[in-house]
């Protein structure tokens, strides 16, 4: 989500939203999805009879549904462990780790803030700052993908009229940057983001030839969804129409109509009566501009026929909740919710990019007119050299148009990176299957989950009932604990409202805190799935976001204002980016974090990229498992009662641990093995004799004797690996909120000669 407005809640949003479901239509063989195949290879099943087979019928769907439910209802604990080791041609080369910078704010220098400041006053940063010197820094964090955030011309408070763009009325902008989420303009940049507006695209376009060359991979925002009130593309290419050029704005729908219009349309297809857009009421502190005079601040918006609003509202007047400053895009989905375009067949949930690209090129004259225009757009960025998109709130937009867009973007760079925001679970299947997403947001199970349990409000035995649910997509479930709608983890208020159990207190959200909670989390997020990770800038430094920048909030890093970012200002130190003016506890921070992401992205650590084993089960008492999952209601009081029973293993709900491993093949010659381990309690050391189950020594073909066992990430020294009658037991230590990544490599002479097994134990012994 965008948090396009700072006073509704993301539940409300998401309920406003769900006015098109979509079907999950999955079959048996669509639960293990392919990993993508060569352009040559899909290209080449593209031209073997695909679509000799039925389209899918009544007792299909039904069978599907029913498949889905089963998925959806099995148990965690029967899933777990369940996974299916992977071929060593489906292993990755190298886990993405994707740096968010807000491109507005990343470069600027100035440290003002004040509430509401105009750009003379706060500043901004511009293209130019990302330069060489910033780009080493971001490539030494283990950094494989740059997510500039905000770079389409977007609506903002700023007069360019002398290159030809036209002023925003603050009526329908939020705060006085504007929302990045309202563009209007998808052909060229923020006007805000270069030293000369005149050249900004160009400037943009040597940011991307910059990132290049410092081998990160460019990714930038599509917001499929809406576009700004007023949308007016100063610069499409020759042949392209705006959104609502063509439209029939005397009706409310029509096929190939853009947006939706405010009109009465009393018998369908005919024209009824039409209402004017009127501005919301606002709450003082919503005030365009906090209440500064400006000469379009008059409460009016000439806009008629009224649109519908981004967020689905009807009204010709939306609710200050709504999101007012943008209008929803048509899709070709009626008012009533049914689908006016060609549906896919359950089958093609099996099917590559290729095969959904052929399908499509056989229905293009059904096709409505918006799924042009992005695929336009789409296609205008990739020939520039973005190597991938964002997309800002995918579920509100029907799984078909995803499957047309997506296969037309790998049908050009088949190595696209593509990233959907998606918050319904029910649906992730249906956006990675049927949409041919890459990845979506892991944010209603585990994100949430790691927030409640840095909180101490639940076990962390719900980690592992996570990674259960998604265990045939967990590749497709990109992992965080910051982005630019969640609270900055240095904030009090991150945590506040789940401790609480009260709304968070305002006062909290300008306190900063000590940052250094999250880091058992972060280990968790950025190893326990072959899926990617994401940092938001500054999160590397602790930044705590305690400033109240105007419409934006305290806690949030502001995407509606001009603000400097503190911690990330220390770190920049004046474009040299060394740190020369960070604290000591942002320069140890981040070193973590450097150490950490480097290791996730498996070039020297290959067994994050293979498979998964939960070690949670087998060191939590029967007790302890058994009340592993507890509500919010009775959560403290449980937790205190686990913590407190007895464990010979040492293992509570405050510790987690599992193990990665490659996988050993005939011609392996060596393998690694890793156990992850670690302790959110911020007040407790944790003496653990962890277990490592008979059926994962046997996995691991390992004997009985000693194995000398490094931590990659802490440099714990004492440990060791010990099995006995087949089972493993390892002694460890851990301080509060410390973790560690224990390292076993086996070499396959050492797992064959019973002799250099004897010399590994004499070694160890020593």
Known sequence: MSFLSPIDSRVTQIQQAAKFPIVALLTKAAKAPQRRQSRHSSLNLCLQSLFNASLSSAALLTASLFCLSANANASAQALDNELQPKSESEIMTLKPVVYQIFTRLYGNKNPTNKPWGTIADNGVGKFNDIDDVALNSIKDLGVTHVWYTGVPHHALIGDYSEIGVSTDDPDVVKGRAGSPYAVKDYYNVNPDLA???VNRLAEFEALIARTHQHGLKVIIDIVPNHVARHYQSVSKPQGVRDFGEDDDTSLEYA???????????????????????????????????????????????????????????????????????????????????????????????????????????????????????????????????????????????????????????????????ILAEVYNPKLYRDYILLGKMDYL????????????????????????????????????????????????????????????????????????????????????????????????????????????????????????????????????????????????????????????????????????????????????????????????????????????SANETGYDDSTFAFARFEVISPTSKQTQKLIVVSNFSQTES?????????????????????????????????????????????????????????????????????????????QAAK
């Open 686 to 762: 944790k003496a653990l004799q962890l277990k490592l189950p008979k059926e994962l020594i046997r996995q691991w073909q390992l004997k009985d004797g000693v194995y000398p066992l490094k931590d990659l990430l802490e440099d714990h020294q004492t440990s060791k690996l010990q099995l006995e009658q087949g089972e493993g037991k390892i002694a460890l230590t851990l301080a509060p909120l410390s973790s560690a990544i224990l390292s076993l490599t086996v070499v396959a002479d050492e797992r064959k000669s019973e002799s250099a097994r004897k010399q590994l134990n004499e």
């Open 255 to 417: 096929k190939n109509n853009n947006f939706y219009y405010v009109v009465d349309n009393s018998v369908k297809g005919t024209k009824g009566q039409a209402h004017a857009f009127e501005v919301p009421s606002l709450p003082a502190e919503l005030k365009p501009l906090g209440g500064e005079p400006h000469p379009l601040s008059d409460g009016k918006f000439d806009e008629f026929p009224a649109k519908w609003t981004g967020n689905g509202s009807r009204l010709a007047k939306p609710d200050a909740n709504d999101w007012y400053e943008t209008v929803k895009i048509n899709y070709g989905v009626r008012p009533d919710g049914t689908y006016d375009f060609p549906r896919l067949p359950a089958k093609f949930a099996t099917f590559t990019e290729a095969q959904h690209y052929a399908f499509w090129q056989q229905h293009l004259a059904e096709i409505p007119s918006s799924w042009i225009k992005f695929n336009q757009i789409a296609q205008y960025w990739l020939a520039k050299g973005v190597d991938g998109f964002r997309y800002d709130m995918a579920e509100m937009v029907p799984v078909e148009f995803w499957s047309y867009l997506n296969s037309q973007i790998k049908h050009t760079n088949p190595d696209a990176f």
């Open 195 to 197: 030293v000369n507006p």
């Open 441 to 644: 947001y892991d944010k209603v199970d585990l994100y949430d989950t790691l927030k409640a349990v840095m909180a101490g409000k639940t076990s962390t035995a719900n980690i592992a009932a996570d990674q259960a649910k998604v265990h045939d997509i967990e590749s497709h479930m990109l992992h965080f604990l910051e982005n630019h709608d969640e609270q900055r983890i240095g904030n009090a208020a991150f945590l506040a409202s789940l401790q609480t159990n009260k709304p968070t207190n305002s006062s909290l959200e300008t306190q900063a805190v000590n940052p250094n909670y999250a880091l058992p989390a972060m280990v968790v997020s950025a190893t326990i799935g072959t899926s990617p990770t994401l940092v938001y800038f500054g999160q590397e430094v602790g930044e705590a976001a305690i400033d109240n920048p105007g419409f934006g909030h305290a806690s949030r890093t502001s995407i509606f204002d001009y603000v400097g970012v503190p911690a990330h200002q220390r770190w920049m130190n004046n474009g040299k980016f060394d740190g020369g003016q960070s604290t000591t506890q942002e320069t140890s921070l981040r070193a973590y974090y450097q150490k950490l992401l480097n290791l996730s992205t498996g070039q020297t650590a290959p067994a994050l990229l293979g498979q998964y084993y939960s070690l949670d089960a087998a060191n939590r008492s029967r007790k302890n498992a058994t009340q592993s999952h507890i509500t919010e209601s009775n959560s403290a009081q449980n937790m205190s009662n686990q913590n407190s």
